[in-house]
């Protein structure tokens, strides 16, 4: 999937759905200053890119999990993205809310299926992997058999790759940081000394940008 690792990249930095800005960097909701900010559902407002995305996931998808009988989206980045990949596939859809609702029929996981069901979950982006592996576990304790996840982006952060790992889950990207930082400089979208910073928030994020 190298080629398809780039070219998500370049449709990505294109379309801004990832902004680099090393000098000014973003707070996410975790606290944690950044000097990236992936916004993934920008995606489905350009027909070309949001078609290249469900094609390689419906790829992957065929390739890796031939036995799927049931897409999942995880609520709410990949909700649109995994409702197009089933149709591509010509699979049953359900997403996964983030917990279980607060009224009506009070549902974590949205839609038919029966337990025992092999299930693909597809997700708009990695970061440190708590709320797409909480998503694996409610599939699973809701009795579905999940094959694996498959995600636009992922930052590669090690703490994600351990969680993956200790669920016993398997997950493949369309693209990664690595790849991005890569194509960023190769674009032109960010020059040599910016890689540096990009580089060193990489080793740890929880604690780049705090003033000591």
């Known amino acids: 999937m190298g080629n398809c690792a780039i070219k998500t ?10 902004k680099l800005q090393p000098s000014n960097p973003f707070t996410w909701a ?23 995305i469900r094609d390689s996931f419906a790829s992957l998808v065929r390739e890796l999990y031939p036995q799927a009988g049931i897409i999942a989206g995880v609520a709410t980045g990949a909700i649109a993205h995994g409702a197009l ?3 591509k596939l010509g ?15 009070g549902n974590q996981i949205e839609g038919y299926f029966v337990p025992g069901q ?15 592996l909480s998503a694996v576990r409610a599939l699973r304790d ?15 952060f090690k703490k994600a790759s351990d969680g993956f790992a200790a669920e016993n889950c ?3 990207t369309l693209s990664n940081y690595s790849v991005l930082v890569d194509a960023a400089v190769s674009t032109g979208y960010i020059g040599q000394s910016e890689v540096e910073t990009l580089k060193k928030w990489r080793v740890d994020p929880s604690i780049w940008g705090i003033e000591k």
Request: glycine fraction near 8%.
């Open 9 to 18: 990249a370049e449709y990505l930095l294109q379309i801004k759905a990832i």
């Open 30 to 52: 975790s606290g944690w200053k950044s000097p990236i900010y992936c916004d993934n559902r920008k995606t489905l407002s350009f027909p070309e890119v949001r078609s290249y």
């Open 85 to 87: 990949v089933s149709d």
């Open 91 to 105: 699979l049953p859809f359900i997403y996964v809310r983030s917990g279980a609702k607060e009224h009506g029929l």
């Open 118 to 132: 092999k299930v693909v979950v597809i997700e708009d982006l990695i970061s440190t992997g708590g709320s797409s």
């Open 142 to 156: 809701a009795g579905c058999v999940v094959l694996g996840m498959v995600a636009i982006f992922t930052y590669e």
């Open 170 to 172: 398997t997950l493949h």
